[in-house]
């Protein structure tokens, strides 16, 4: 099915500005809150909220198969579970309707009023039910890095990682929209130089810059996905902060891998970019190190050239960008991950998310992690308001952006905006 939403040519009859993430070409996924306190499935072109259950309820997809109430659900799970000709059918539509020569819904005044909506109308949701969360470990550069400042520097990666896409299952019921705010983590840390651990608030709140897929239902229990397959349950991608608490994990990630340092919280953007729109953007992967196992080569471009940033805010002060990275430096693509995912059998379900691990590039500068730009602590970055930051202060906010650019194109994911705040202190009952 050709994908005519694609086509760089087009444009919308809705206002786009000049350096948007969300263009006619992008056409992302995603879960609001409508000024009538309705939660609708949407979609958005420039800074227009597009109700799609409105679209869709006025005859506008009458010919693509769809249920009627596809659209008045509060996440996109049984959506994105219609499968890839459904949500390109959808797409191409979509481009067809604000098109600019597409006078269909551009002259009609009443039907406009009940699907369009400015930003500061809606309240952003999350986007998925999330059944199961993974992350992976999948940077060269991050993994290089971490094993350099905590092992031998000549044998820093660990001897399965240039096999296997090394990950561990998450949190799901942690993840959330961007704009929700997280407290500092407590837990067990070993202080340096003790034997005896203590209780506390973690001293070492971190972020991580990923991105992270969305599945649709791909497989029964027992059934790999071969990886000439696996992009085709792939609905999309969204910016990821994986929130860490370096001590924490410090301590107890021995001998099993993380637990609370991680899920006290995991931050996502709320607009899911579809792999349909991302096509343009393929680039080469970096090539294997080692000989691969038969069932994890692949051909073909299977990464994207994703242009993206991190930002740290002060409560008063203006934001200061401390790393530019990019998605294309990831070593295992998503098609490996997830195809690794299920070799053994294990079943993934529409919603499920798959984080990517830490992107770091190449240059210092490029780090996807205080950890690393700060290098455990020993090199502080310096903001704009000449304060100092090892790893994140309480009531700073982090912000990530990202974007792929090419031809004068641009298709972005918005960004993902989180705080935060000190430990949680409840109100004690008078």
């Known amino acids: 099915m050709p994908l005519s939403a694609n086509n760089p040519d087009r444009k919308s009859w809705l206002h786009v500005d000049k350096n948007s993430d969300f263009p006619i070409q992008n ?14 499935i949407g979609t958005r072109i420039g800074d227009t909220a597009i109700d799609l259950g409105a679209l869709h309820q006025l005859g506008y997809f009458k ?15 049984d959506f994105i579970a219609d499968g890839r000709k459904t949500w390109r059918l959808v797409r191409n539509r979509i481009a067809e309707i604000f098109d600019d020569e597409n006078e269909k819904l551009k002259g009609n005044l009443k039907h406009k009023e009940a699907v369009l909506f400015r930003l500061d109308e809606i309240e952003m949701q999350l986007p998925v039910q999330i059944g199961d969360y993974t992350d992976f470990y999948s940077s060269i550069e991050h993994a290089t890095n971490v094993g350099t400042m905590f092992r031998d520097p000549d044998n820093a990666l660990l001897p399965n990682w240039l096999h296997i896409p090394v990950g561990y299952h998450g949190r799901s019921s942690s993840v959330i929209p961007s704009g929700i705010p997280v407290h500092r983590p407590k837990g067990q840390t070993l202080p340096a130089g003790e034997i005896q651990p203590v209780f506390g608030p973690s001293k070492l709140v971190d972020f ?47 001998p099993l891998g993380p637990f609370l340092a991680k899920s006290f919280a995991s931050s996502i953007s709320p607009w899911i970019v579809t792999l349909d729109a991302l096509e343009p953007y393929r680039v080469e992967s970096p090539k294997p190190l080692k000989k691969q196992l038969e069932y994890l080569q692949q051909t073909g471009k299977r990464s994207f050239d994703i242009n993206l940033e991190v930002s740290i805010q002060p409560e008063k002060a203006k934001e200061t960008v401390v790393s530019r990275s990019n998605f294309k430096h990831m070593y295992w693509s998503m098609a490996q991950q997830l195809t690794h995912h299920t070799v053994n059998g294990c079943p993934v379900n529409s919603g499920d998310m798959m984080g990517s691990g830490t992107i770091s590039g190449p240059t210092p500068d490029s780090y996807g992690s205080m950890l690393e730009l700060s290098w455990r602590g020993e090199k502080p ?14 009531n700073d906010t982090v912000i990530m952006r990202g974007y792929c650019e090419k031809d004068g194109t641009r298709i972005g994911f918005g960004e993902v905006s989180t705080k935060l705040l000190p430990v949680f202190n409840p109100k004690k009952s008078k």
């Open 381 to 394: 970055v310096t903001l704009n308001d000449g304060s100092e930051r090892k790893f994140i202060n309480d």
């Open 27 to 40: 056409i992302p996924f995603g879960v609001f809150l409508t000024r009538d306190d309705i939660i609708t």
């Open 63 to 77: 010919d693509i198969p769809l249920t009627d109430d596809i659209f008045l659900q509060d996440t996109l799970n």
């Open 208 to 254: 991580e810059l990923e991105m992270a897929f969305i599945t649709t239902d791909a497989n029964d229990l027992g059934e790999p996905i071969p990886i000439e397959e696996a992009e085709e349950y792939i609905f999309g991608l969204v910016l990821f902060n994986d929130w860490s608490a370096r001590d924490i994990q410090k301590w107890e990630y021995v």
